[in-house]
């Protein structure tokens, strides 16, 4: 696989935050771009740099991942959204999925799966 996609992860937690991201810098089909903190600092990158993906932790104070989608989604950002949380309530998924979200994934999923969810949904 060729495509490599650019992507900015979104957790409030630092130690999730810098995870994720050097799971996917070991991999060659993902570019991480930036590093968002909370929905706001997310919703300005995102605009600004369209990466082709965002990881977006559900759970965040001041804007949630929720709020942080439907605002991205109303500003008609193409890139896919993935929400990576611990919860797997099922009305979190509808609402999820029903706001435009690519993807659902738990953060207790062994990483080699992450990846692999992640590259199915970057095609």
């Given at each position: 696989?060729?495509?490599?996609?650019?992507?900015?992860?979104?957790?409030?937690?630092?130690?999730?935050?810098?995870g994720?991201?050097?799971?996917?810098?070991?991999?060659p089909?993902?570019?991480?771009?930036?590093?968002?903190?909370?929905g706001?600092?997310?919703?300005?990158?995102?605009?600004?740099?369209?990466?082709?993906?965002?990881?977006?932790?559900?759970?965040?104070?001041?804007l949630?991942?929720?709020?942080?989608?439907?605002?991205?989604?109303?500003?008609?950002?193409?890139?896919?959204?993935?929400?990576?949380?611990?919860s797997?309530?099922?009305?979190?998924?509808i609402?999820?999925i029903?706001?435009?979200a690519?993807?659902y994934?738990?953060?207790?999923?062994?990483?080699?799966?992450?990846?692999e969810?992640?590259?199915?949904?970057?095609?």
């Open positions: 696989m060729n495509n490599v996609s650019t992507v900015i992860v979104v957790d409030d937690h630092p130690l999730m935050r810098r994720v991201t050097q799971l996917l810098d070991m991999d089909n993902f570019v991480v771009v930036d590093e968002a903190t909370n706001i600092e997310a919703f300005n990158m995102v605009k600004k740099q369209q990466p082709d993906m965002v990881l977006l932790d559900l759970n965040m104070k001041l949630s991942g929720l709020e942080t989608l439907k605002a991205l989604r109303n500003e008609s950002i193409s890139s896919k959204i993935v929400i990576l949380t611990m797997d309530a099922k009305q979190d998924v609402a999820l029903n706001q435009g690519n993807g994934l738990l953060k207790g999923t062994d990483p080699d799966l992450l990846l969810n992640l590259k199915q949904i970057q095609l």
